[in-house]
Structures are given as structure tokens and as C-alpha cells.
């Protein structure tokens, strides 16, 4: 791993907690991870640290119910210079502490997509309680094919890899069922591909099905954006739901009252150990550079992960390694197509 | 609701706690629902009731590993016996004791689609904490055209009426965000469809998140049965492993102990309360007559709730009442396509 400075550009616009968290997140991350930050977002902010340079950018787009028209009418908000400095290579990877859909779309638009890739895909590292994982594509392609879904799984790969340290990955599709012929044509075809020369230099373990995705069959898990979106946020929103039931059931009676101030400290801790700050948030992969989108409601740790996530992937040359596997499997993109349309960015998963 | 006696095939071949406790629930469904069984099983059945007839089928292709050709190959099998019953009218509804994958291809092979449908639906009620929902299709359709989903949405919103009782049943796309031109190009064209006139007369409330799918929404979601079985399994994954999180942190210290003993009481009734059994497990849609497919391991009660549900939607003609809708909304199959081949039917969800 180089140690040579490396910038990354944060984009402090629209943050839920504020473009000063926002500054702090990104000193501690230039302490922690020995980067410089170019910092875009009201000029008002003192730099917080000799590595944080703050670059004034008072127009925020984060709120906007249209990021693509908005991305383009405003050249000049937060986000869209932030991703220019990565695009100028100014700055070797991009940290958005604002709204997920303006940084995606940017992001999309200016930043060019990795040679031989078809299109990016946003992967999240889910928090599962014994084992964690990384799933991909979660929101940005509602509509993918089999030779897209091919690349996710080198693109999810190298990643976990590279960045979050995962020895040899086992990289599974998500299907309706775990034999070889379930799931969409689409997925059948990818299963195939992945099964055979697309897969070389790949732990490829098959399909893995909903109800065992938690429990730590595959540390990369593969999928259309659709069904990646809508499979995250079940996750989240059954296990909010489930919380709340254990939560009501220890208030509603003297018994239970007394069970769960007990059981307080450790269902704490329990919490602690699904934090999502510490993993640094979501990652855009597919493009020439790094793009990590943590949280909105993230605050100066979270921040500081994301931009020591996306100072890792720049270090270990995440784009240039992914392109050899890709190349490995034979899965590089062959002929032009048109370019990623930003139209079809979903918002933050 | 008539009070004439109705008859209900079950088979018995493969049920998970085996054939004498699928008897056992059918008598109590006889008693309770006032219907006749027909059991097709192992003859040494004694029959446990009056209303209960033991027809002598023996051979069982429950643990068959490719259930369409089984089906095929097996007239004489129990699940294909029962099915029988019901394609001739000896029965008005199907109920599966024993395994999913063949009761679904012998039912959509042998028992006829309903006229104008384009391909059946499995749906199953969520047993949600607070909000208990219809989730179609579960895995019946991997791939599915916009108007299959509208027949779906008509299909549970006519279910959730007149078999579970609900109203005026909110009727949702699973999607991945809630504005109606978020999710695949399948899912943005079926919204517009419900929005329009294929919604007449259905209570359709647009798009819901798989985060807000237990947060009581909607009484019915919609989605294709490669999504839906994902969204099923992954409720049921992140449930069962937040739970068990729950039980090893009150059981990792004396403290976490002493409060999990205090709260043991009110988190069995929580797991009561979202009891799948009490709703009679999943339902196949679109077919003339009511196909019911407990989960392998219901028991006595599970059974005789499945009994129930089948001679309710027998009762209440939920296949002609189905039919109305759906040709209020102009959403019938109009011209006549290949039928729906059995190849594709999927394993239990």
C-alpha cells in the first residue's frame, strides 16, 4: 500500500447533521487515514484540520426532487464540484455527506465508467449480526442482464477483497431457490455464465436464497437493483419491525418492564454490533474512481469511515485489479453501447 | 353463505408430522367448518370422523426431486388423486397436507385456469406483528408480464375480501420506492394500468418499500413471484436471526439471563401472535377452484385452517367474484394464449 498523500473530495451539502459534522468527519479521517480533503460547502466552515481544504460551494441540491435535472442546471452546487475535482483528478476517489440521488447522478454523469464495464452498480455492506456481507446492485439499475450481472459479482469481488479485507470472497447470486435452474431467465443465464469461464478466478458458491442471506453463506451477494433495493430495505424494515415488538412486549407488563431494563446493556451492545457508520456506507463501483455514499444521518465517524473507504480503494488501485478480473473472465464490455443513462438512478437505497 | 355441505379433497401424502395428524385436522375441520373431507392417503388411515372419507392412495411423490415429471408419471399418487377430485368436480377446493412443489404442479396442470386469467398466483398472508398482509405472487411466476400483475392485484384483493375479511383491502406494487415511476418498466406500467382503468373499483394505494411492507401499508402487495419469494424469505431470515441475536444476548450473561427469564413469557406470545398456522398457509389463485398449500410441517390445526380457507373461498365463489372484478377493470386475458406450463413452477417459497 502506497503512502503517499492521497486527496479525496467530500461533498459537506446537505448532510442531516450538518456541513460542520460533516468537517469534522473529514479531519479525523485525514488523521486516521493519512488523507487530504478537499471539503465543498459553505465557505463558513472553518477548516477543522491543516489537511481539510475548504473549497466555498454555498449551493446545495440535496433537497431536490429532480437530482438528474438538477445536477445539470447546477454546475456550481456542492456535489456536482466535488465530483468535478474527482473527474479533473484533483482528488482520487468521492465522499458524498449530502443526498444519495444528486451524488449518484453526478457521479454517473461526469465521472467515467471503468473501461470494459457496462454499468455501475451501488453495493452496501450489510451489518448482519455474525455475518456481515456485501450486496450489489442495490438501487442503481432496476433492469440489468445477465452479463452485467456477471460483472457485479467481479465488481463486488474486488471490492471485498481489496477494501473490506475479505480473504477469498464467496460470491453468490440471489435467487428463489439455491439449485442452479431457479430464478429469472436472466439469473439462470448469469448462474451459467458464472458457473463457467465468466467465473474464473472466482468463488462462485451458486445461489443463495432470501431466508439464508444472513446467515453467512456468501460474502458477496449479486442482484438486479430492483430486487437489491427491495430486498435491503425488507431487511431493515423487518428487523426495525421485530425490535419494536421485542421493545413493546419488555414495556407492557411489571415482569417485562423489569426483564428489559436487564436486558438493556446487551441488547445496547447488540445494536452497537450492527452499526452501520462503521462500515463506511454505501459504494457506487463501476466507475474510474471510488464513490462512497455513506448515510445522510451519518456523523463525524461515519464520515471519516467513508472517506477511509474510499482512500483504500484508491490505494489499492480497486479499478485497475477489477479490470483484470473482469479480463480473467472474459467479462469485459466488447463493443460501445450508449453510456450510463443517470435517468435510471434510483435514490438512496 | 350457503350452508350445504361442501366437499374438500386433501391429500395427505407427505406432510411433514405424517399422515394420521393431517387426518386428525381433518375431522376438526369437518366439525368446525361444517364441510366434508375426501382423504387421499395411506389406507391404514382409520377415518377419524364421518365427515372424513379415506380413499386408499399410497404412493406419495412428496419427496420426488423433479415434481413435474412425477406428476406426470403418477396418476395413482395421492397429491394427483386429490387433485383429480377436484378437476371433476367431486370436490370444490384443494388443500395440500403434504409438499408444495407437486400439489402446484399437479393443481395447474389438472385443475383448469379460471377463464380470462393469464397465469395463476401464489399468495400468502404475511403474519406481520401489528400488520398482517397478502403478498402475491411468491413464486408461482419468476417472470411476469404488467398485465399479469394487475390480474394479481384483482386476484388478492378479491381473496383478501371474502376470505380474510378485510374490507376494502388497500391493494400496493412492491417497488422500490414509492413514486410511481420508481421500479422495473414492468412495475412503472402495471402502476399506470391500476391507476387507470384496470383499477376500477380496487382500493390501489400506489407503491410501497420493502420498508414500510410491515409497517401496515397495505392489506395486499403485488409483485412478481421471483421478488415476492425473495421478499418473503428474506422477512423470514432477518426475523428468525434477529430473534435468535435476542435469545443468545440473554443468555451471554447472568444479567441478560435473569432479564430473558423475566421476559420468556410475553416473547412466546409475540411468537404466538405471528403464528402462521392460524391463517392456513399459502393459497394458489387463478385456477377455477381454491388451491390451499399449508407449510409440510402445519399440524392439526394448521390443517383444519387450510380446510377452512379452501371452503370459504368455495362459499363465497371467489373465482366468479374474481372474474367480475377483473372485467370491471378490463384487465381479462383477451385472447387465447398457451397454457400455463407446469415447468415453471417453483418450490415451496
Redesign the interface.
Known sequence: MSAAPLTIAVDAGGADLGAAEVARGAARAAQEHGVRVLLFGDGDLAAPSPDVQVIDAPRSIAKDPDPVRAVRAHPDASVVQAVQAVAEDRAAGLVSGGSTGPALAAAIFRIKRASGIHRPALAIPVP??EHPFLLLDV?AN??VRPEQLVQFAHMGAAYAQLVLGVERPRVAL????EEPS????D?VEAHERLAGEAGTGLNFVGNV???????GGADVVV?D???G???????????A??????RR??T??A??K??????????R??RDSIDPEAHGGAVLLGLRKPVVVPHGSFGERGIAAAIGIAARAAREDLTGRTHTALSAGGALRRRPEASAAPGSV??R?
Open positions: 448482519a449480526f438501487g432496476v433492469d440471489l435467487s428463489n431457490g431457479k430464478g429469472t431467465p439469473v436464497e432470501g431466508l439464508s442471506l444472513l446467515a442482484c437493483g430492483f430486487t433495493n427491495v430486498a435491503l430495505k425488507v431487511m431493515e424494515g423487518t428487523s419491525t421485530v425490535m419494536g415488538a421485542v412486549v419488555a407492557a407488563s415482569r417485562g423489569a426483564g428489559g431494563l436487564l436486558l438493556r446493556p446487551a441488547l451492545e447488540m434510483s435514490d437505497p
